[in-house]
């Protein structure tokens, strides 16, 4: 369009506003330039000085969708972007033209004369349409390569990095801002100068070949290996002079390492290891031809491999030629199935011994043979067993072989009911006296030779074992009658009373033996060797060197025994125990009242009064003793103390409680008599402890300490039952004693025989050279207090003036010598 404007020619058109009258000028006609105008394809349209379309030709009329007469005179701001007072004016814009966005550009340009505007429009949206497809195809192509599970990287022609995708950024860890242009990258990812130069001219297509391996170092500082191929050809419109693409391998390569080591391990494994391996292969005609094996093969099976390579399996293992073996380990080969084998022994022309057998696939149709050599392990199952079942220091059995063979004896008794055994069990007396006066080697010495002996004395089918210290027991099998036991008893019981030479001095053995036969019922060997033990400590009481047999009646006493045991302490705390006082009388020069000697008895809820001689060697036995003890002291303290603040002729009688032997030696003991005393106000002048005397004999001397440390505080104590033991006369001086008491069997004994008389005399006579005083004890007839008042005795105890009276009797038998005079004659 030309840059003047066009006349228009005064005959109307049906695209041109009316005219207002006046001529026009010269010029084309207004309908040949009408005519021209519509037949461009290009929108024209003209607006008045008032903004209105003055003119629209067909293409405008087209692309806004609405005939001329709907569009002349009509304001252009409805239809296009408004001028902004320039001359020439051309501004772009989205306009909806039939229901479809339009990018346009408008062009206006003022006409000489007339206040007409001449304007066009340009339609950008096929250009725009063109230019988005490039774009989004260009993002496509980008995102396409960023993608990519490989290495992309180009070279510009100065030797930088042009191009870097997200793989490179994953691989190498530097991001494309910081590779693109770097001018050190290079340096960063071949830190070696001669790799790095060499690398550089590969990837700018200088030199070498088009694929190669490279090991790059990772921002991390860890190496890459990466597999390149390069483009050689120069890219113009970018600007590169070479790219390469290129795959991380670095796993692969380490797998590949893994992998390589996995065999080379595996194969060390294989000749090194201690196991025998044979490696066979399944042929298709179904043969197990050996293809491998290793030096500890040619070990266990003594033989050279070498030979055997391409033989069937039965040249090594003839004892799996059999059906089944085979089988299974043609099953291994071709179904991946595990198979294990032991076989006890194998014999050849060198060796025999015992191995075990696994076979398992390798790879299909190939499986390897492993099999461990049993010989030396079976020969150690063998030695542990041994030590597992017998004595180190005597080689019988020991108390696991001994339950082991009761229990197969009993097994047999339910099969057989005629089936005879019996457990003689034997325990050695005194043999604790041995240890510690010859010291434990002579122990041992004995103990070795006592099984040596037993073991003489029975059979061989028999079993002698050592179940603990000085404890041996024989288990005695498959005899015809009730009579074998017996017999070897004797012979047992004879065996061992020969001397025995221990650290160059004779010792002379007894044992106590009690016997359990196997007519009597038991469910279990504990069952057994417990009847035997009750029989043995049966024989023990009854003196030691004894025989005692189990009888269903033992049993019954011993649980009764234990009963009563279990019920001791409970006992105590429901106050089943009280005390009963037999008076102590004083006669002769001065007459009266002692004291009392405090016994302790049991009224039990269920079986009434348990008598002393009952429950008093349960209490010693299990220790019990020691507590009840106790009590006893309290509680006489107690009542005595409380009889003296009632009867002030009292103020001087003396409480006399038994000691046990097991108090004493306790850290406890004397803390807790002084608390006792403190606790009832008892004066200690007024308290006489009685211990026996071979307790005394035996005591240490921590203990004498303690009993002399009683005796500074006032404490008297006497000897009880003198006479019945044994004890060192020169010993009986250093004793913190205040009196002797003459055991009840001489006193019985006084009217009997001169020799107990005299043995009477002597003991008052030794007590009286010692500045001591002396009690008879069970007194009971005027003839034997008079025969002990003769000899010197002054103090009596017995039936005679008073059995033992509870507490209330007790108090009333006291207040018979109120006014001084002893009603005694």
Known sequence: MSSKPFPLAASPSPHTAPSSGKTPRRGLPLRALSSI????????????????????????????????????????????????????????????????????????????????TAGHVLDLTPLRDTELACALHQKRLEALVMGLSMLLMAFDEHGRVAFWNRECERALGYTADEALGAADIMERLYPDPERRQRMRAWHTGEEGPDCCEAVMRARDGGDRTIVWNRNRHAQPVTGWVGWASGVDVTDRAAAQNALREAERRADALFRQSPLGMHVYRLTPSGRLLLVAANPAADKILHRDHGPLLGQPLEAAFPELSGAEPRRRIERACSHGELWRTERNTYRDEQAAGAYEVHCFQIEPRVCALMFLDHTEQKRLETRLRHQALHDPLTGIANRSLCV???????????????????????????????????????????????????????????????????????????????????????????????????????????????????????????????????????????????????????????????????????????????????????????????????LARWRHPERGLVMPGEFIPIAEESGKVVELGYWALREGSRILNSWRRRHPHLRDAVLSVNLSPQQVPRPDFLPRVRDILAETGLPTKNLKLEVTETALMQSGTTVLNKLAELREMGVTFSVDDFGTGYSSLAYLTRLPLDHLKIDLSFVHMLEHGKENLEIVKAIIQLATSLRMDVVAEGVETRRQQSILLDLGCEFFQGYLFAKPLPEAQAEAFLGRFEDGVCPFP
Not at 90 to 109: I, K
Not at 426 to 431: E, G, S, V, W
């Open 404 to 598: 082991e063979r009761i229990d197969t004896a009993l097994q047999r008794v339910r099969r057989r009911p005629d089936y005879r055994y019996a457990v003689i069990l034997i325990d050695l007396d005194r043999f604790k006296l041995v240890n510690e006066s010859l010291g434990h080697t002579a122990g041992d010495a004995l103990l070795i030779e006592t099984a040596a002996r037993l073991r003489a004395c029975v059979r061989e089918l028999d079993t002698v074992a050592r179940t603990g210290g000085d404890e041996f027991v024989v288990v005695m099998e498959e005899f015809d009658s009730y009579k074998r036991p017996i017999q070897a008893i004797r012979r047992i019981r004879h065996a061992l009373a020969a001397p025995v030479t221990a650290r160059g001095q004779e010792l002379s053995v007894t044992a106590s033996i009690g016997l359990a036969l196997g007519q009597t019922p038991a469910d279990s060997a504990e069952e057994v060797l417990r009847n035997a033990t009750l029989a043995m400590h049966r024989a023990k009481s009854m003196g030691k060197n004894r025989v005692k047999s189990f009888t269903p009646s033992l049993l019954a006493q011993t649980l009764k025994v234990v009963r009563l045991e279990n019920e001791m302490d409970r006992a105590i705390a429901r106050g089943e125990f009280f005390l009963e006082f037999q008076p102590i009388v004083q006669m002769g020069k001065q007459q009266g009242l002692f004291g009392f000697e405090a």
């Open 37 to 116: 105008l519509d037949s461009l394809s290009l929108p024209v349209f003209a607006t008045d000085r008032k903004g209105r379309l003055a003119f629209v030709n067909r293409a405008a009329c087209t692309v806004l969708g609405k005939p001329a007469e709907a569009l002349l005179g009509a304001s252009e701001a409805l239809f296009f972007p408004p001028p902004t007072g320039v001359e020439r004016h051309a501004s772009e814009r989205v306009l909806t033209w039939n229901g479809r966005e339009h990018v346009v550009c408008v062009l206006r340009e003022a006409m000489d004369g007339g206040g007409l």
